[in-house]
């Protein structure tokens, strides 16, 4: 969340020329996002009315490889209804650049504003955003690997192994135990689409109950589609530290879902189990990186420990009380 | 260069009701300025129609005791026509707020870039700002001590000391001897004035070759006027690493500032110090920043060898090369 290449203002200016944007007339590095670089750009406008871009400059974290996925996605999501921000194409057609030596975008600007404790009312609005953009990917051709799948949660533990317990007495236990019920119990046969995979309320932008922007979508794959939901639920249906469970966000967040897309009595059944995934999943990132990034460093580590207490929450929930609404 | 300071957007929405800014749209943490927590706020506007602000968190390096000086000052420079950024009133009239436990001000936005590799035009135009500055401040009452004067500079040598050798073998006396030349030849009978003292490309916002801006005035204090010229000649007018002088951007600069401003027969004879003095001050925050940011840490560490590269220059120019334009 910083910006990590700084782009001179001359440079961004000239790179605008290869689009139907008008002359660059503000420029500020944003924290924001996954890590890249992102500047909120202002110019003149191809009308003379102000306009403004998302530069994005892709650091190591994303796979150059993976843009053209991104790119479609948006752009079949976009052209369906949905409010996610496009990749803009220059006047010869090309999305993707070279700038400061860094693939490099210009990407839609969306206004709203990412709220911190959602109400039951935006916790609704970002359950029926999902499921629109669930109803919306059906038919898209794209796919690309969740690297974050089972497999994947047990290649992490592998890497974390005994560090676990620097975080907490036990921890590795937990996390062994919970993979082997996952093992058993994940499920197979459920409909797998394209998902967001990562839709926290960093990467909705509102205004009031309205959902104005997807953002975000850099961990988007190819998964069990219901487990999006789980991700969704996980990330907006608790206090930070996971110690509160809201149920009338919860309530609120499955019947947008309900109301907009929808679920099968098989992915009710499952839904308990995908929101342990979920946990386990969001856990075990914030584990690796508790236990790889020095503590005096300037990244703010997030605490896994409220992922182990949502997980501890939904290994107790039943199908009814987490889906009746 | 980094947000410090996460606010919640519901707390900027609430924040905003003070004023008559209209309802928050979208906020962005932007990497800017001294080491404060900078937001690019965009509201519906008073008016309906879309309007940015700055909020501003002042972290440690700001002391709340100094913001009722910047603030007076900006008011008299925006009064008088300098493009400034005004700090700006609630209905209570109030400019100073608290928001997350930290000082807070919402400031006016001005568009703009700031340049990298500046032109000789873009040069002039900042020497012009500069003397349009000095005569704007005219008449300000404030007064601010500038902590980093020759004593300051003594100051920071003493707490680098032996230290200074780690960045350059031989830069501990190099120090010493030009802080002996400074005592004995520092200028004490010109003229003082409020002086921004920080105006790097950084600080000036330009579209084209016009000034649009001039920006960040948390160093502002009571000066040598003719110092902050050196200051702004030593910041514009050398490659980034001090290693060449550019020729046609200094003649520029000072043509743009005799033409707003002008320099007396005093200030021109001393100036050549001035400008040592500049290239130390800047020598020293940097060697002192470098001494005490681990290598691996995530800020960049400036160079200090580029201000003593520019130091070395200075010390064999004549009035003549520097200011006949």
């Known amino acids: 969340m910083a910006v990590y290449t700084h782009v001179p203002a001359e440079d961004i200016d000239a790179f605008l020329t290869r689009y139907d944007a008008g002359r660059l007339v503000s420029a500020k590095g944003i924290a924001e996002g996954v890590e890249n670089s992102n500047y909120l750009l202002e110019t003149t406008g191809a009308d003379g009315h102000g306009h403004r871009y998302i530069l994005t400059l892709y650091e190591k974290r ?115 135990d919970e993979l082997a019920f996952l093992d058993a119990h994940w499920p197979t046969d459920l409909p797998r689409a394209v998902i967001h ?57 499955i019947a947008g879902y309900e109301a907009a897309h929808g679920l099968s009595a098989a992915e009710r059944t499952a839904f308990p189990i995908l929101c342990r995934g979920a946990a386990l999943r969001f856990l075990l990132t914030r584990a690796y990186d508790w236990i790889n990034t020095p503590p005096d460093a300037l990244v703010t580590r997030k605490d896994p420990l409220a992922y182990l207490r949502r997980l501890d929450f939904y290994a107790k929930a039943t199908p009814a009380e987490l889906l009746d609404i």
Chains 1, 2 share one sequence.
């Not at 974050?148 to 290649?155: A, C, E, N, Q």
């Open 62 to 176: 994303v796979d150059e490889a993976d843009l053209p996925f991104f790119m479609d996605l948006l752009d079949h999501l976009g052209e369906r209804g949905c409010l996610v921000p496009r990749f803009i194409a220059d006047r010869d057609g090309k999305r993707l650049q070279q700038l400061s030596g860094r693939p490099a975008c210009l990407i839609e600007f969306l206004t709203g504003i990412s709220v911190t404790e959602p109400t039951a009312g935006q916790a609704r609005a970002a359950g029926a955003a999902l499921g629109q953009l669930h109803k919306a990917a059906e038919g898209f051709a794209g796919e690309r690997r969740n690297a974050l799948d089972l497999p994947g949660w047990h290649d992490l533990a592998d890497k974390c192994g005994e560090h676990f317990d620097d975080i907490a007495p036990g921890l590795h236990r937990r996390v062994a």
């Open 197 to 253: 995979a990562d839709l926290f309320p960093d990467n909705v932008l509102m205004l009031g109950d309205e959902v104005t922007g997807l953002i975000d979508f850099y961990f988007s794959c190819t998964d069990i589609r219901a487990y999006d939901l789980a991700v969704t639920h996980s990330a907006w249906c608790f206090s930070n530290d996971g110690a509160t469970w809201f149920g009338d966000r919860s309530r609120a967040m």
